[in-house]
């Protein structure tokens, strides 16, 4: 039942058209650092979304974060819808569904949403709120982050991102090549 907090913030921002300034089709790449009390770890991820209207976009993320003896892999897809909610700001909400090998390839399905805010041509600080559902665990776990891009030019940006993931530590630095 927890996840059905999210569903009117995610069809509301069908209501409005979308940001021009900020771009909802991209591929990014680079490091993720986990931190727990029980454990460190560190890994790749990829995520890349594609607009397919002026308010949706589809897309995709995989990472994987290496734990030693054991790996903690996450793939899954992304439908999203944003809209302009300042003439800088826009507001976004996205349903995931993917697969977490942690419980024994266990599917996951979520709703995240937050903020994207163009504060200059060249930096946007973003920040996001989700929770996902874990199947075979019985269980889910809440996610907040604040993202800050800075974009060399109209293609390529530097990402940095630090968030909480049920309270532990989860930072992630790469690139975003922008199309």
Do not use: C, W
């Amino acid at each position: 039942m927890k996840y059905f907090t999210f569903l009117p913030l995610f069809f509301a921002s069908f209501l409005v058209q979308a940001q021009d300034n900020i771009s909802y089709s991209y591929f990014e790449v680079g490091v993720e650092h986990f931190d727990s009390d029980l454990r460190s770890i560190n890994g790749l991820f990829l995520e890349g979304t594609g607009a397919v209207s002026e308010s949706i976009y589809l897309g995709g993320f995989y990472s994987n974060l290496d734990a030693g003896s054991r790996n903690l892999q996450r793939t899954g897809a992304i439908v999203g819808f944003h809209t302009e909610i300042a003439s800088i700001t826009d507001f976004y909400s996205q349903l995931e569904l993917g697969i977490i090998d942690q419980f024994s390839d266990s599917f996951t399905y979520g709703a995240k949403f937050g903020t994207r805010t163009a504060i200059t041509e060249a930096v946007e600080l973003n920040t996001g709120l989700s929770y996902t559902q874990v199947e075979d665990a019985n269980d889910g776990f809440y996610e907040f982050g604040l993202e800050g891009l800075y974009k060399f030019n109209d293609q390529v940006a530097l990402k940095t991102e630090l968030g909480s993931l049920d309270g532990d530590l989860n930072a992630k630095l790469g690139f975003r090549f922008i199309f």
